[in-house]
């Protein structure tokens, strides 16, 4: 879902500098019974570009064994007032919503996730839905990992993507662990590509 979102191709993805909201006020209200409510608006902050902003609402919940969230974000810029259409050709506005949630049966752990994004584009509009499921189960040790997502777009674009990756991660010791996963990807008009990957880390 990380990379359906945030490293788009063909025009799909989530705008909005997801790791920076400058000029922002952000709100988090006191969790009753598991459940939290949060809430950012970020100004434009740039001469000659009014009403220029960015805005995202969550409320989730948690409990035992059970998490869920909803998330909805609308931008009106990325990075700087003025500048999605730079990120995409006649991009005025993006509208997200996002739905996930969590099961933990204690053999396994099961996610899943809704995405539905809605690009307000000059020349036509795009929506862009995704779903991804994923588990997590415990083996000794270590976990294996699995998830897939895929993407399709409708209205003035119609494109796809299809994302699966499967993972061991072992834990040697509390903090440090290793870990082998493949990832798959495809999309339209492009090749497939796998990566395979190893590694050591450790958590600090």
Known sequence: MVLHSYVGVNGQGVFGNAGEWWNSVFYATPTFNGLTG??????????????????????SYNTGGFATSVVYQKIKYSLNAGDLGTVLPGLTTQS??????????????????????????????????????????????????????????????????????????????????????VLSDRASRMSTGTTVGRGLRTQF
């Open 38 to 59: 949060r809430a950012m608006y970020s100004f434009g902050g740039a001469p000659g570009h009014l009403g220029q902003n960015k805005w995202i609402g969550q409320i």
């Open 96 to 181: 997200v919503v996002n739905v996930g949630a969590l099961y933990d049966l204690s053999f396994v752990k099961l996610y899943g996730q809704y995405q539905h994004v809605w690009d307000s584009i000059s020349n036509g509009d795009v929506g862009i839905d995704t779903g991804q499921i994923g588990f997590s189960i415990p083996v000794g040790l270590g976990r294996i990992l699995g998830s897939d997502a895929y993407s399709k777009s409708s209205g003035h674009s119609s494109v796809y993507r299809n994302t699966w990756a499967l993972s061991y991660d072992y834990a040697l010791s509390k903090r440090p662990d290793m870990y082998v996963a």
